[in-house]
């Protein structure tokens, strides 16, 4: 979706639950998308990346849904810990605009002990 | 693999500086970088697309005589914030992809510097 908004969107999490972050795009004409953690003061990190051809990834503790009929993107993350405590960012591509990616509002992480 | 650097990661200066952000690509050739800017909380804003040898193309809005980008080789690309201002303190943040051709590539991130125009 559109990277509007001035507030960040919060999910507090015990430490070891798991954690679940979605995500809205609007562009029916996505057909790539990637999850990033960006902690304090450091550019985005690749968590994770999902084609439209599919509907579910799944890497090291965490997996990425898919759902195109109501353009919703889901990253989970399982037996969340201190580390993951961070800004996550979806991002989507839009078929034929080369690799340039449109960031979502973005949602913080806080992971309590 | 994979790995984005970006120089210098903090800059103070005066108003009417100039300054200079390298990008680089340490261990691909990026054929497509990307500028970026950030302010607190808020998700990054697209500046422009830079590919290695020709014009960078710039989002709407976006002045390319204030922000001067040059992506001269397959490695580097720089950023130049031009007289800058106090309203062109931020987070910059650059990014770095391989062959446009090869579609569904995700985006690698230098960790960004931090301007302030004082």
């Known amino acids: 979706g559109e990277s509007v908004g001035l507030h960040l969107p919060t999910l507090s999490v015990q430490e070891g639950d798991n954690s679940i972050i979605n995500c809205a795009y609007s562009n029916s004409a996505s057909d790539y998308f990637i999850w990033y953690k960006q902690e304090s003061g450091k550019g985005p990190q690749f968590i994770i990346d999902?084609?439209?051809?599919?509907d579910k990834r799944q890497g090291q503790r965490v997996t990425v849904l898919l759902n195109k009929t109501v353009k919703h993107l889901s990253l989970q993350i399982a037996a969340t810990q201190p580390g993951d405590s961070a800004v996550y960012f979806c991002a989507e591509n839009i078929r034929g605009g080369g690799n340039k990616l449109t960031f979502g509002t973005g949602t913080q992480l806080k992971v309590e002990l | 693999g994979a790995v984005v650097s970006q120089h210098p990661s903090w800059v103070i200066c005066k108003s009417g500086t100039s300054v200079k952000i390298e990008c680089r690509s340490l261990d691909f050739q990026a054929t497509t970088m990307f500028w970026y800017r950030q302010f607190p909380k808020q998700s990054l804003m697209l500046m422009a697309t830079s590919n290695e040898g020709s014009k960078a193309t710039y989002e709407q809005g976006v002045e390319k005589d204030k922000f001067l980008i040059n992506h001269a080789s397959l490695t580097l690309s720089t950023l130049t914030v031009t007289s800058a201002h106090p309203e062109d303190s931020s987070f910059y943040i650059c990014s770095a992809s391989g062959d446009p051709f090869y579609s569904n590539q995700p985006q690698h991130f230098g960790d960004g510097t931090r301007l302030s125009i004082l």
């Open positions: 999902i084609r439209s051809n599919m």
